[in-house]
């Protein structure tokens, strides 16, 4: 894309900010409790800028769109307290509930990975899709650090990618040479990266979540997903998934290696 010099990008510091912490904080449950998520979490109980962020987008009109898609649900849902509140009292809780949820190896039954929503007689497309996500964080100078085995297409690799790109584009606004070009190459990435990787599979992810234990903590951050996705939509433009999706029983035992991705 090479938008010429008369054209402009819409760009709110605060809208940006707001968007890259809610983004943030939507990833934080799925972490592995054992790598700290508990006392990160804990320690976000009523934090203003948190609060702060979610009230700012559910302040916003083009964050409600019109039509809702396929388990999506309304901006009034966007609220970090409703997940906070559910919070196991410790760690050990946590990390019960995170592995009754997510068991040891792949959940077929609420699995966070992208390309278990394809079917399993579809390989290539698995294929396809990992390829394709790398493809993304490798343009962005992203790449999977070394520590944990983590497939790309984990929920929260995908997440932390749309709040880097989001980094990347407050840089770019900050930065006056290029800064066009590369505002637009970043909102273009943002909505990119939404419809095709987390809008068609997120929120089907979210109602499994609430089919397994709708009064948990993982419901709750489920519902906060949810919420989140249509409101990303609106903001950036783009129409609802009208495609349901549902995990394989499949489980796919190839990895990549790494856990976070790193700049």
């Known amino acids: 894309m090479n938008p010429s010099e008369n054209q402009t990008i819409d760009f709110d510091p ?3 900010l707001a968007r890259q912490t809610l983004y943030r904080f939507a990833a934080l449950p799925f972490v592995d409790p054992k ?17 702060d962020a979610a009230a700012l987008l559910r302040s916003l009109p083009e964050a409600s769109p019109a039509k809702l898609g396929l388990g999506e649900l309304p901006l009034a849902d966007l609220d970090p307290r409703r997940v906070l ?13 995170y592995e009754n949820t997510f068991g040891l190896l ?9 390309t278990e929503y394809i079917g399993s007689k579809f390989d290539f497309q698995r294929s396809n899709g990992l390829a394709d996500i790398s493809g993304f964080y490798r343009a962005f100078g992203l790449t999977i650090a070394d520590g944990h085995p983590e497939r790309p297409d984990h929920l929260v690799l995908e997440l932390e990618f749309m709040a880097s790109l989001l980094g990347l584009e407050r840089r770019a606004h900050d930065d006056s040479n290029l800064r066009l070009q590369r505002l637009s190459i970043c909102r273009d990435a943002q909505s990119r990266f939404l419809r095709e990787h987390l809008a068609w599979w997120v929120p ?5 979540l609430n089919a397994g234990n709708a009064n948990g903590f993982y419901a ?44």
Not at 85 to 97: G, H
Not at 106 to 114: F, G, H, I, K, L
Not at 247 to 255: G, I, R
């Open 85 to 97: 509140e559910r919070l196991p009292d410790s760690q050990p809780a946590l990390n019960v509930e």
């Open 204 to 208: 089907a992810f979210a109602k499994l």
């Open 14 to 16: 605060a809208i940006n």
């Open 220 to 263: 709750a951050a489920g519902n906060f997903l949810a919420a989140l996705i249509p409101a990303e939509r609106g903001l950036l433009g783009l129409p609802p998934v009208s495609r349901g999706a549902a995990p394989s029983t499949v489980e796919q035992p190839e990895l990549c290696e790494g856990c976070q991705l790193a700049g």
């Open 35 to 51: 790598v700290g998520a508990w006392n990160d979490l804990q320690s976000l109980r009523d934090a203003p800028v948190l609060l």
């Open 106 to 114: 792949v959940s077929s039954e609420c699995p966070p990975y992208e």
